[in-house]
């Protein structure tokens, strides 16, 4: 019931169905399934069945804690980043993006693997690659999602580090890797392969190709 519930969330193999995953996690839990905690929690916060509920999603998290502190944490991160005000006074902003901070350093602490992977795409927007490839590391043993990040930035960076033997400004070039890129994108005549298609599409971009 678990596994069906995880099934409609994300939609692997089955059309998302947010409801459909509510109604299965209740099941898991019934059946004494306790990390559907973690599911409930999360259709709380979203509104698998209608508007959020933000005390229900509290009673969740509880619960959820006594058996995986770590998931919990990042839960309440992400419930915590998600209600973040964009405009208000600076000194509650100041606390909220403090006590998010300690949540989320909670959670990597305690080898959340969702931690972990937010972690990374955090410091990816940073620009900071190689913090950025760590931390996805330490997530790719149970998240594929992560392990293809990983793998993403193991190709730019090995594409920065050749830099200094890419002659810029070259128009045919950029334009041969562009239509390589999309050609690996979209399958035509080849099998699809999206890591090498990202790492073209760089390579393009820095060869001076606005399209890609």
Request: charged residues 20%; proline residues 3%.
């Given at each position: 019931?678990?596994?069906?519930?995880?099934?409609?969330?994300?939609?692997?193999?089955?059309?998302?169905?947010?409801?459909?995953?509510?109604?299965?996690?209740?099941?898991?839990?019934s059946?004494?399934?306790?990390?559907?905690?973690?599911?409930?929690?999360?259709?709380?916060?979203?509104?698998?069945?209608?508007?959020?509920?933000?005390?229900?999603?509290?009673?969740w998290?509880?619960?959820?804690?006594?058996?995986?502190?770590?998931?919990?944490?990042?839960?309440?991160?992400?419930?915590?980043?998600?209600?973040?005000?964009?405009?208000?006074?600076?000194?509650?902003?100041?606390r909220?993006?403090?006590?998010a901070?300690?949540l989320l350093k909670?959670?990597?602490?305690?080898?959340?693997?969702?931690?972990?992977a937010?972690?990374?795409?955090?410091?990816?927007?940073?620009?900071?690659?190689?913090?950025?490839?760590?931390?996805?590391?330490?997530?790719?043993?149970?998240?594929?999602?992560a392990?293809?990040?990983?793998?993403l930035?193991k190709?730019?960076l090995?594409?920065?580090s050749s830099?200094?033997?890419?002659?810029?400004?070259?128009?045919?070039?950029?334009?041969?890797?562009?239509q390589?890129?999309?050609?690996?994108?979209?399958?035509?005549?080849?099998?699809?392969?999206?890591?090498?298609?990202i790492?073209?599409?760089w390579?393009?971009?820095?060869?001076?190709?606005?399209?890609?």
């Amino acid at each position: 019931s678990w596994l069906l519930g995880l099934i409609y969330l994300h939609g692997q193999g089955a059309p998302i169905d947010a409801a459909q995953a509510q109604t299965w996690f209740t099941r898991a839990w019934s059946q004494q399934e306790r990390i559907a905690s973690a599911g409930l929690a999360w259709c709380a916060m979203e509104g698998c069945t209608g508007s959020a509920n933000l005390e229900m999603a509290d009673q969740w998290l509880s619960k959820l804690k006594e058996i995986n502190p770590g998931r919990a944490l990042y839960l309440q991160w992400y419930l915590l980043s998600k209600l973040a005000p964009i405009d208000g006074p600076m000194s509650e902003n100041s606390r909220k993006r403090s006590e998010a901070d300690s949540l989320l350093k909670s959670a990597l602490s305690l080898g959340d693997v969702q931690a972990h992977a937010a972690y990374g795409r955090y410091l990816f927007s940073q620009d900071r690659l190689a913090d950025s490839l760590k931390a996805f590391e330490r997530a790719s043993h149970k998240s594929p999602a992560a392990s293809h990040n990983a793998d993403l930035i193991k190709a730019r960076l090995a594409l920065v580090s050749s830099q200094a033997e890419i002659k810029p400004n070259s128009v045919a070039e950029a334009e041969k890797a562009y239509q390589q890129a999309r050609r690996l994108h979209r399958g035509e005549g080849i099998p699809a392969n999206y890591t090498e298609a990202i790492r073209l599409y760089w390579l393009a971009d820095r060869l001076g190709s606005s399209q890609s």
